[in-house]
Nanobody, 126 residues
Framework: EVRLVESGGGLVQTGGSLTLSCALS????????VGWFRQPPGKEREAVSC????????YYSDSLKGRSTISSDNAKNVVNLQMNSLKPEDTAVYYC???????????????????WGQGTLVTVSS
């Protein structure tokens, strides 16, 4: 059983940066794609970015495109999301999700998330 644990959330000022980490444990070698999603207060959850851990191909949604970088450290079983130039509207609970069958694009756009983490709160103050 794969478990996902997010870390790195917190309070940051507008224009600041944060790096979120998703640590995979259990049958992590079976994971094909890992992604970051977020749920702003009062809104629905949306995709941010996803990566195929085998070839590092990545997909970015419009939400943080140009202001974020997703990366996979396969040796440490960690997927990071570096976020820059943060805005108050980036305030959300950020979740990590994984799929055993689907790659970055399908994971982010196709609703194929199979395992979820608990989430980490990011608050951007104005």
């Amino acid at each position: 059983e794969v478990r996902l644990v997010e870390s790195g959330g917190g309070l940051v000022q507008t224009g600041g940066s944060l790096t979120l980490s998703c640590a995979l444990s259990g049958a992590s070698l079976d994971v094909y794609g890992v992604g970051w999603f977020r749920q702003p207060p009062g809104k629905e959850r949306e995709a941010v970015s996803c990566i195929s851990v085998g070839d590092d191909s990545a997909y970015y949604s419009d939400s943080l495109k140009g202001r974020s970088t997703i990366s996979s450290d396969n040796a440490k079983n960690v997927v990071n999301l570096q976020m820059n130039s943060l805005k108050p509207e980036d305030t959300a609970v950020y979740y990590c999700a994984a799929s055993f069958r689907y790659s970055d694009y399908d994971l982010c756009t196709g609703g194929y998330q199979e395992v979820w983490g608990q989430g980490t709160l990011v608050t951007v103050s104005s």
